[in-house]
């Protein structure tokens, strides 16, 4: 009696077990920390220290794509025009530019970091192509490369002492690049100096800008400073003064901005909040549970779905309109943002 209990049991822990799937290292002894989500098109891309992850968004229930196990990919972005993603590759130093469908690589474009004046190699912290799809950035401490996105050959890169984030600017091939010591610094094509800069009032002195959106067609930009999330316009007044509007002043882990830039999903303490820009309203809370707290955030082109990876390491997607759990996609060992290692 107590054999069949106890292979009663085990029976019943392994269908636990096997209720959500979790993913198999190439590295059995070293978890899966998944690192940054982002949606672009069909692809639901889970950057991590075991490889790329791509969950294809018009079919959740297949097995996802793993490419380049056991290798850290902290970054990683679509191209809006081609079929194509760039990932960078933290072990080689290089960027790669794959076929999403197969993982073929394309093109592979080692870091010359003697070239760009560094003993060391830095770890790559964003990477974003322009709007337009012209143009690539890829985004160390001390360096950005802006590459041609359609030849992939270098076109210039900039100096600085601590850069962040970037994004693109209304104006092609303008980039905006944020800095570790509360600066948005401006970048213009062919020069490989900002041409301008603007400081922000930082609610900590000068705390770091981990991460910037610009809204669509305007100057205006949304920019996560220290734990808070900030608005104001990249345009001053005579004075060079714009002012800088605190949407929430603390609490804010991660943040996205829907394509249409008149909603904003927030990442909070055991929360996720969807903002209205245009209202200057929250529009509804949604609890991730008790000690449970979303890392990464991203829309989908439409903006009718959301995509969430928590700390646990659950990716799910969320009905925007509703706010209800749509589906659990994955789970990782766990997940913590770039920041945080």
Avoid at 286 to 306: N, P
Wanted: glycine residues 6%; charged residues 20%; aromatic residues 12%.
């Amino acid at each position: 009696m107590k054999f069949r209990y106890c292979i009663a049991v085990i029976l019943g822990l392994i269908f636990l077990a096997s209720a959500v799937p979790y993913p198999v290292s190439a590295q059995d002894d070293i978890a899966t920390q998944a690192l940054e989500v982002r949606w672009t098109g069909r692809w639901i891309s889970v950057t991590s220290n075991d490889g790329l992850w791509l969950f294809d968004a018009e079919n959740l229930e297949a097995d996802p794509l793993h490419y380049f196990e056991s290798t850290r990919i902290a970054v990683a972005a679509a191209d809006p025009v081609r079929n194509r993603m760039a990932v960078y590759d933290e072990l080689a130093h290089n960027l790669l530019i794959i076929e999403p469908t197969t993982g073929d690589i394309i093109t592979e474009l080692p870091t010359d970091f003697a070239a760009l004046g560094l003993d060391e190699p830095e770890p790559a912290r964003d990477l974003r192509y322009s709007d337009d799809g012209e143009l690539l950035a890829v985004v160390f401490p001390s360096r950005v490369i802006i590459y041609n996105a359609a030849t992939s050959r270098e076109r210039i890169f900039y100096q600085n002492d601590l850069f962040m984030a970037i994004d693109s600017d209304v104006e092609p091939g303008t980039f905006v690049a944020s800095t570790g010591y509360g600066m948005f610094l401006i970048y213009t094509p062919e020069v490989d100096y900002a041409s301008g800069f603007f400081a922000t009032a930082a609610i900590s002195d000068n705390a770091a800008i981990y991460r910037l959106e610009i809204l669509p067609t305007t100057s205006e930009v949304l920019y996560q400073q220290g734990d808070s999330l900030m608005r104001t316009n990249l345009e001053t007044d005579e004075a060079g003064f714009s002012p800088m509007t605190p949407l929430f002043d603390d609490g804010v882990f991660s943040f996205d901005l829907n394509n249409a830039g008149d909603t904003v999903a927030i990442a909070s303490w055991e929360k996720i909040i969807l903002y209205d820009l245009t209202a200057n309203a929250t529009r509804y809370e949604i609890s991730t549970g008790e000690d449970t707290s979303v890392v990464g955030l991203s829309f989908s082109d439409d903006g009718t779905q959301l995509a969430t990876l928590d700390w646990a390491g659950k990716l799910q997607i969320w009905d925007v309109v509703t706010g209800e759990l749509l589906t659990d996609v994955y789970k990782f060992d766990y997940a913590s943002s770039v920041w945080a290692g």
